[in-house]
Structure formats: C-alpha cells, structure tokens
C-alpha cells in the first residue's frame, strides 16, 4: 500500500526554521516526482515546490525562492523541505504528494498528483 506521512510542523516564530519531512512507504520515492502543498484557512492549495524523481530537478513557488530548499534521502525513502525565514504568510497546513510521470518537469499542480500524505500544520506567529 502506497503511503506518504508528513511530519516536522509546528509553531515558530517569525524568521525561524522548520524542516517538513515527507516519509513514503509501499513504493520506491526516487522514481516519483513529490511535490509539496500547502493550504490556509479559505484558500485554494498551493504548490510550493517539488523534485523530479531520479533527476531531482526542481521547482519553487516565487513566494517561497531564497527561503525554502526540497530535497531527498533515497536511503530513508524520505523528501525533505526546509523551510527559512518563515513568515506568517507561510502559516498553513503542508501536504506532500507523489506521482509517477514519465517526462517532463515537476509542476506545481495539485490534480497532477495521485498520492497525497494527511498534511501537517505549519504555524508562524509572535
């Protein structure tokens, strides 16, 4: 069973750090492109960035370049986003998500992804 489980949320401050790990089991995360999402309170969600599988090319959201870095642990089967000088407009619920493309870069898009992991709260508050 294909499985993708978010973690690493939590509140910080205003120019803090937090890294979001997106752990994937059932399947191999390297060959997949894995994107990260968020979504605040009445917004749609987001893309924020996301890495191509086995060429680990990437992509950020304007909002996010410069502060937020995607990367992957293929021995841990695990994507990572570390996210710096968090603002308070980064505060939302984070999701990572998988899918299987043969060409192509990643895209920001959620209908492009078929796996979606329970998402995690991210808060950035004084």
């Known amino acids: 069973q294909l499985q993708l489980v978010e973690s690493g949320g939590g509140l910080v401050q205003p120019g803090g750090s937090l890294r979001l790990s997106c752990a994937a089991s059932?399947?191999?995360?390297?060959?997949?492109?894995i994107g990260w999402f968020r979504q605040a309170p009445g917004k749609e969600r987001e893309g924020v960035s996301c890495?191509?599988?086995?060429?680990?090319?990437?992509y950020y959201a304007d909002s996010v370049q410069g502060r937020f870095t995607i990367s992957r642990d293929n021995t841990k089967n695990t994507v990572y986003l570390q996210m710096n000088s968090l603002k308070p407009e980064d505060t939302a619920v984070y999701f990572c998500?998988?899918?299987?493309?043969?060409?192509?870069?990643?895209?920001?898009?959620?209908?492009?992804?078929?796996?979606w992991g329970q998402g995690t709260q991210v808060t950035v508050s004084s």
């Open positions: 890495i191509r599988g086995r060429l680990s090319t990437t």
């Open positions: 059932g399947f191999t995360l390297e060959t997949y492109d």
């Open positions: 998500a998988a899918t299987l493309k043969l060409f192509g870069e990643c895209v920001p898009y959620p209908s492009s992804y078929n796996y």
